[in-house]
C-alpha cells in the first residue's frame, strides 16, 4: 500500500543545533500513530516540518504518494488536506465559537469566494454536528476568548474536524486537561481516525495507552524506537532517555 | 433577535449612513435656502469645514479597515490621500484653462513659470473628469498593490510594516517637493477655478461637494461594514489576532491583506479626491508622515475595528483641532499627544468603547428578557 506521509532523513538545525537529524517516519492512510519523546526531542518540529512552517536543510518529505512539501507554502499544504493542532491552543478569540468552525469548514479559501459565502443548509448542519461532538452546542455564540482552556483544546479539535483534512496532525491534545475530558479527547481520536490518518503527539502515557496505537519515540532529532507501546516502553534506551525520568 | 439585513449585515450598521444621507439633504438646504439669520442657517464656510471632517473621516474609515481588522498599522495612509488629491487637482489644474495668469491655453502657471514647453506625458488625460476620477482610485490602488506585493509576501509585519509605510510616504514627500516631478513643487496645486463647469467657490457648488462627501461616506462605510460582516471579514479578524493558525486552515493570508490593502488606499484616495476641491489646494504637505499619524490618533480615539469607531473619532478630533488651533494653536499638538496618551491608557477600545460598556451597564441594570437568544447563525 501507498504510504500517505513518508519522511525520510529529514534535518533541520537551528544554528547549528539540530532538531531534528536525520528523521524518517512512514504512515499508511488510515493509521493512527502516537509519538512521544523528551522536551526538546524535536516532536513540534517534525510537524513544522510538514505543515511547511519550517524547511529541512535536508530530507525528503511526501504527502500522499508523490507531493514533496518542502516546496509548498503552509496554505496550500493545509488545503492538500493537512490539519493541524498547536501545542498551544489557538482559536481565534474575538470570534465566536460557531465564526472559529465556519473559518475552518471545507470550503474555497479565496478572498473573493469568501466575500460572497453564504451558510449553505448543509454547512449549518455539519457545524452543529460537530458543536455537538465537541460538546460546545450550548456555547457556539460566546466568543472564542471566553472558553475554558479544555473547551479551547475541543474547539480547535472540531475545527480540524471541520476542515476535514486527510492527515491530522496533533500535538499535545491533552495538556491542561482533566482525567474525563482525557478520556473523551482519546475517544473523539479514536473516532476521528477511522476515516483519517493522525499523528498525535502526547507526553501522558495513560492517554498514548487509551489510544492504543503504534508509538514512536523520539530522541534528539531522530527516531530511537518504533512499535506497540509496550514494546516501546520495554526499550532500555527509551527507559533511559525518557520513561525513567 | 437582532435585524440583519441580506448580506449578513447588520441593521445597526444603517444608522451612521442615515445620519449621513440626512447631512446631505440638511447642509445644502441650509446654505442655500434657508435665510442667514435663521438658527437653522448655515454658512458656506461652515459647510466646508464639515466636508472637510467627513474627507478625514473617509480616510480614517479606510485605516481602520486595514488597522483595526487586519491589524496592518499602517503609518503611511496618508500617501494613498494625498495622491487621490494630486490626481484630482491636476484635473481641476486643467479646468483652468488659459485663465491662468500667464494665459497659457494648456500649461499650468507653474509649468509656464518653470520654462516647460509641453505638457508632460502624465498629465495627458486629467482634462477629462472620468478619467481624473478613475485615477483617483486607480493610482492609490496600484501603488498599494504594488507595495504590498512585495511587503506582505516578503511576510514584513508589525512595526517594521508600520516603519516602511512610513518611509513610502516620507518618499513620496521629497519627490513631489521637486518642482521637476511636474506637480508644482512645493506650492502644490492650487488657484483651481471650476470643477465640471461650476464654479468652485459657488455656494451651490459647496453644498454639492459636501452632499457628494457624506455620499461617498455613507458608500464606502457600508461597502466597508459588508466586508468586515462577510466570511472574508472574520478570515481579516482572525488573520489579525493568529496569522499564523489562519495559513494552517488553508488562506493565503498574503491575499487577504492585499486585498483589504488596496481597497483601503483606494478609498482614502477617493477621500484626497474629495478634499481637494474644498480645501482649494493640494501641497506635498499632504505627505508627511506627521499627517499619516494624526489619521492613526483619530481612529484610535474613537475606537479601532469598529468603522463607526473611525468615522467618531476623525469628526470629534477634527472638531477639537479647529477650535483649539483658533484658540491657542501653540498647544494644539501637544493636546493631540495627550488625547493619544489618555485614550492608549485609559480607553483602549476608544470612545466607542467606552460609550458601549457604559451602555451595556446600564443595560444590565435593566432585567434581562429570559428570551434574550444570541445569535450568530439561524
Ligand atoms: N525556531 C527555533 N529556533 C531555534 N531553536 C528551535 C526552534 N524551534 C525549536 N527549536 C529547538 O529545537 C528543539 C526541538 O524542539 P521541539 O519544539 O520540536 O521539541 P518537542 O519535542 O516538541 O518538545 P516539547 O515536548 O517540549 O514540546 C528544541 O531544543 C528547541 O529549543
Ligand atoms: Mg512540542
Known amino acids: 500500500m501507498e504510504s500517505l506521509l513518508y519522511l525520510d532523513g529529514v534535518t533541520v538545525s537551528f544554528d547549528g543545533f539540530k532538531a531534528l537529524n536525520g528523521l524518517s517516519l512512514v504512515l499508511q492512510p488510515g493509521e493512527m500513530r502516537a509519538v512521544i519523546g523528551p522536551n526538546g526531542a524535536g516532536k513540534t518540529t517534525m510537524m513544522d516540518v510538514i505543515t511547511g512552517k519550517t524547511r529541512p536543510q535536508s530530507g525528503t518529505v511526501l504527502f500522499d504518494g508523490g507531493t514533496d512539501l518542502t516546496k509548498l507554502r503552509e496554505n496550500d499544504i493545509a488545503t492538500l488536506g493537512i490539519g493541524r493542532k498547536f501545542q498551544r491552543p489557538t482559536v481565534f478569540e474575538h470570534l465566536s465559537v460557531w465564526d472559529n468552525l465556519e473559518l475552518a469548514l471545507k470550503a474555497p479559501r479565496g478572498p473573493f469566494s469568501t466575500l460572497m459565502w453564504k451558510a449553505a443548509a448543509e454547512h449549518r448542519a455539519r457545524i452543529n454536528e460537530i458543536l455537538a461532538v465537541i460538546r460546545l452546542g450550548d456555547r457556539r455564540d460566546r466568543l472564542a476568548g471566553g472558553l475554558s482552556h479544555g473547551e479551547k483544546q475541543w474547539l480547535e479539535i472540531g475545527m480540524l474536524l471541520a476542515q476535514e483534512p486527510r492527515l491530522l496532525l496533533v500535538d499535545e491534545p491533552v495538556a491542561g486537561m482533566t482525567d474525563a475530558e482525557t478520556e473523551q479527547t482519546a475517544a473523539l481520536l479514536r473516532d476521528v481516525a477511522e476515516t483519517r490518518s493522525v499523528v498525535v503527539v502526547e507526553h501522558d502515557m495513560h492517554f498514548v495507552r487509551a489510544l492504543g496505537v503504534k508509538v514512536t519515540c523520539l530522541h534528539e532529532g531522530s527516531v530511537l524506537a518504533e512499535g506497540s507501546l509496550d514494546s516501546v516502553s520495554a526499550n532500555q534506551q527509551v527507559i533511559d532517555v525518557y520513561l525513567g525520568r | ?378
Open chain 2, 1 to 378: 433577535m437582532r435585524m440583519v439585513l441580506p448580506g449578513g449585515l447588520d441593521r445597526s450598521k444603517l444608522v451612521l449612513p442615515i445620519l449621513l444621507l440626512a447631512a446631505a439633504v440638511y447642509v445644502p438646504v441650509a446654505v442655500l435656502l434657508i435665510p442667514e439669520g435663521s438658527p437653522f442657517a448655515l454658512s458656506v464656510h461652515s459647510a466646508g469645514l464639515f466636508g472637510k471632517y467627513l474627507c478625514y473621516a473617509l480616510l480614517a474609515l479606510a485605516l481602520d479597515l486595514v488597522w483595526g481588522y487586519c491589524g496592518i498599522l499602517s503609518l503611511g495612509h496618508g500617501a494613498f490621500f494625498a495622491l487621490g488629491g494630486y490626481a484630482m487637482g491636476m484635473y481641476l489644474m486643467r479646468q483652468i484653462g488659459p485663465r491662468g495668469v500667464y494665459g497659457h491655453p494648456v500649461l499650468p502657471d507653474f509649468m509656464v513659470f518653470l520654462n516647460w514647453q509641453e505638457l508632460p506625458w502624465y498629465w495627458y488625460g486629467f482634462n477629462h473628469f472620468p478619467f481624473a476620477a478613475l485615477m483617483v482610485l486607480l493610482v492609490p490602488g496600484l501603488l498599494a498593490f504594488a507595495f504590498g506585493w512585495f511587503a506582505f509576501r516578503s511576510r514584513v509585519t508589525g512595526v517594521y510594516l508600520s516603519i516602511i509605510t512610513q518611509a513610502l510616504t516620507f518618499a513620496l514627500l521629497l519627490a513631489f517637493f521637486r518642482n521637476d516631478m511636474g506637480f508644482g513643487g512645493n506650492n502644490g496645486l492650487t488657484d483651481f477655478k471650476e470643477i465640471l463647469g461650476f464654479e468652485l467657490q459657488a455656494p451651490g457648488t459647496r453644498a454639492a461637494l459636501f452632499a457628494a462627501t457624506a455620499l461617498a461616506l455613507a458608500l464606502c462605510y457600508l461597502l466597508a461594514a459588508w466586508v468586515v460582516s462577510s466570511k472574508a471579514g472574520k478570515v481579516m479578524t482572525a488573520l489579525r489576532d493568529a496569522e499564523s493558525r489562519v495559513r494552517f486552515l488553508g488562506y493565503d493570508v498574503e491575499r487577504y491583506k492585499l486585498f483589504a490593502w488596496t481597497l483601503s488606499a483606494m478609498m482614502a484616495g477617493l477621500a484626497g479626491a474629495l478634499y481637494v476641491p474644498q480645501v482649494g489646494i493640494i501641497n506635498p504637505g499632504e505627505f508627511a508622515p506627521a499627517a499619516s499619524i494624526e489619521a492613526v490618533i483619530w481612529v484610535a480615539v474613537g475606537g479601532r475595528g469598529t468603522l463607526t469607531g473611525a468615522v467618531i473619532g476623525a469628526v470629534m478630533v477634527n472638531f477639537g483641532k479647529s477650535w483649539f488651533t483658533s484658540a491657542m494653536p501653540e498647544f494644539w499638538l501637544f493636546a493631540l499627544g495627550g488625547l493619544f496618551v489618555l485614550v492608549t491608557l485609559y480607553l483602549p477600545r476608544g470612545v466607542l468603547g467606552l460609550v458601549s460598556d457604559l451602555w451595556s451597564r446600564a443595560e444590565s441594570h435593566r432585567r434581562r428578557r429570559p428570551d434574550d437568544v444570541p445569535q450568530a447563525s439561524p
